[in-house]
């Protein structure tokens, strides 16, 4: 696999980098596309095949882990896989279009460690663990057992930040938005730097 340009978010659940990379896509000139991963817990709310996730049972999931049809895959919790199929990525790619990737820590360093020029991975850190408990519970699309379930891996994803190419703060909602398009426009798009002629 070769092709264009690689973004990775990647943050505790609640973090707020969904809301990150849905401004992202919406910015014509950073021409990026999202990766629809494959997913096998049932839809959330107003969730849609094909858009949000490909949604899948588990065994259709393990059909694919089998065929390698995966880039990366993880359990991110128990029963609940999630992985990126490599047909997606080549059919982004085909389009010409940079792909960015709203993935847990784990697969995002892997997807790092395979195409490391390639690819911007940025962690969006929460203000606290404190304040993702309130934004998970607002949500409310959970139950509490898996609001719980969700915290606890947080601590540990937060430990993995300084292996990422950036750190996003999202402390301001704002201020991240431009941090974040900042970022990616740099990096799909360089600005030259120019060089002072010498006297
Ligand atoms: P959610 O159930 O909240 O949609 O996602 C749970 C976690 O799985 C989030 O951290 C999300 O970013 C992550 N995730 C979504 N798609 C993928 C994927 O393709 N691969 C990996 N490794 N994680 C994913």
Redesign the pocket.
């Known amino acids: 696999m070769e092709g264009g340009k690689l973004i990775i978010f ?1 943050a505790p ?1 609640g973090s707020g980098k969904t809301t990150i990379v849905r401004y992202l896509l919406e910015q014509p000139e950073l021409n990026l596309a999202f990766s629809v ?3 096998s ?1 049932p839809p959330r709310g107003q969730e849609e095949h094909g858009k949000h996730y490909y949604f899948m049972t588990v065994s259709e999931f393990k059909k694919h882990i089998k065929n390698d049809d995966f880039l ?3 359990e ?1 919790y128990r029963d ?1 896989f ?3 199929l490599k047909r997606e990525v080549e059919r982004l790619w085909a389009d010409g279009k940079n792909v960015i990737f ?3 820590v ?2 995002g360093l892997r997807i790092k460690k395979k195409f490391p020029e390639q690819t911007l991975a940025v962690f969006v850190k929460p203000p606290s663990v404190d304040e993702l408990k309130i934004r998970l519970k607002k949500r409310s699309t959970e139950s509490d057992d898996k609001i719980n379930m969700r915290i606890a891996k947080a601590s540990v994803e937060l430990a993995t930040a300084p292996q990422f190419d950036k750190v996003i703060k999202n402390y301001d909602l704002d201020m991240a938005l431009k941090e974040a398009k900042a970022l990616v426009q740099e990096f799909v798009a360089p600005t030259k730097k120019v060089k002072k002629k010498q006297k």
């Open positions: 990647s659940s991963s494959a997913a817990r990366e895959w993880e991110v609940n999630y992985g990126t709203d993935i847990d784990a697969g």
